[in-house]
């Protein structure tokens, strides 16, 4: 509302409230009858409020440059004079009130002065706390330093909350996580998160629509498990409109950590100082250590990329490239691990069957002993 308007409204209520108090304090017609009563009141106080409404048209504008000014001149007060100012002005006002009362039962004069104590120290209180600003400042600025040597203490206990994104939602392992209770501290589901969610969960494309579901029913299933503290926020932001960079934002501002498999995500967030759980890395690091010449049984499930090469998968999803194995697919096999390679987006096997292993070995020791023959 401009304050023009506010004080008309001003104007017109203060006038209405003299009109009302100036009619019962004035009247001179005895014994009237009460609906001539109640019809003058109403015109005394309609008089009033149109009289205060004519005055606001003549004093708005003084009123304002008058506010204007005051405004003006505290915001050029330093932050630290106009802290001592306040300080010392409410412990004037206290003081006044409190001799107030005692001397309030003297004759004559004791109805004012309450007014004329707040009055002097008052300003008396205002002008100690300016001069004693530094001490002011210092006495309170103790209680700072040891309330912030307390919050270094509590810190070593504080636990971040975590911000759940989008792509860990829909991933789904996330609810594995949680059930094990490895997870302390709240889990954040911002109302933005949501939002992409459901409209992920309304797209036309069958497979992302798919996808939404699966990250709004991984959702509801986390919100059932008590022993996760869930907290959705529903803070949000015009600016910036990306989902990524509204997670990011509000990270900073909650000093929250992010769960994300997201690469790009990951990677800004670092670049921001932002402390990042990966599930990927979590997954990555949690796998078994399997070394080369170490022998395992696994199914072979399909041809590879090269020619003779077949594809098998262990439990986590770790891929296995088995040489000469194509002629194995849909077979249980032994498979001797020959290498392995780490890559960024996880880690892959490379080995041969061990039947093919053994024959080759055959074979070099059956041409070596014709050649010591011959």
Do not use: W
Not at 193 to 199: A, D, G, P, R
Not at 281 to 297: F, H, R, T, Y
């Amino acid at each position: 509302m401009p304050a023009k308007r506010i004080l008309k409204i001003i104007f017109i209520i203060v006038g209405a409230v003299i009109g009302y108090e100036a009619y019962n304090v004035f009247y001179f017609i005895p014994d009237l009858y009460i609906y001539y009563d109640i019809l003058f009141k109403i015109l005394a106080i309609a008089g009033g409020g149109t009289i205060g409404f004519l005055f606001s048209f003549l004093f708005n504008t003084k009123i304002q440059c008058l506010f204007s000014e005051i405004i003006c001149h505290l915001q050029k007060i330093p932050t630290q004079n106009f802290a001592a100012a306040t300080i010392g002005l409410i412990i004037g006002l206290v003081i006044a009130n409190l001799l107030a009362y005692s001397l309030s039962f003297i004759p004559i004069i004791g109805s004012y002065l309450p007014i004329i104590l707040s009055i002097i120290l008052g300003a008396l209180g205002i002008n100690i706390g300016i001069n004693k600003k530094d001490e002011i400042y210092n006495f309170f600025g103790y209680f700072r330093n040891i309330n912030k040597g307390r919050r270094k203490e509590n810190s070593k206990h504080f636990v971040h909350p975590k911000i759940l994104d989008t792509s860990v939602i829909i991933d789904g392992r996330i609810l594995d996580i949680c059930q094990t209770e490895f997870l302390e501290g709240e889990l954040i589901i911002p109302r933005f998160v949501l939002s992409e969610l459901q409209h992920i969960a309304d797209s036309s494309d069958s497979l992302k629509r798919n996808r939404g579901r699966r990250g709004l029913d991984i959702l509801n299933k986390i919100t059932k498990i008590r022993k996760n503290k869930i907290k959705i926020v529903g803070k949000d932001y015009n600016e910036p409109k990306e989902v990524d960079a509204k997670i990011i934002r509000l990270a900073k501002e909650i000093k929250a950590k992010v769960i994300t498999n997201d690469y790009n995500l990951n990677k800004v967030a670092q670049l921001e100082g932002i402390p990042v759980l990966n599930i990927n890395d979590l997954s990555n690091a949690l796998k078994a250590v399997i070394l080369p010449g170490e022998e395992m049984n696994t199914q072979i499930i399909k041809e590879g990329k090269e020619p003779e090469q077949g594809i098998a998968y262990l439990e986590d999803g770790t891929m296995i490239v088995v040489e000469d194995g194509h002629k194995y697919i849909g077979k249980k096999v032994n498979i001797l691990v020959t290498s392995i390679l780490q890559t960024p987006a996880g880690r892959m096997i490379f080995g041969r069957v061990k039947s093919v292993m053994h024959r080759k070995s055959n074979e070099f020791k059956n041409v070596v002993r014709l050649s010591a023959r011959k």
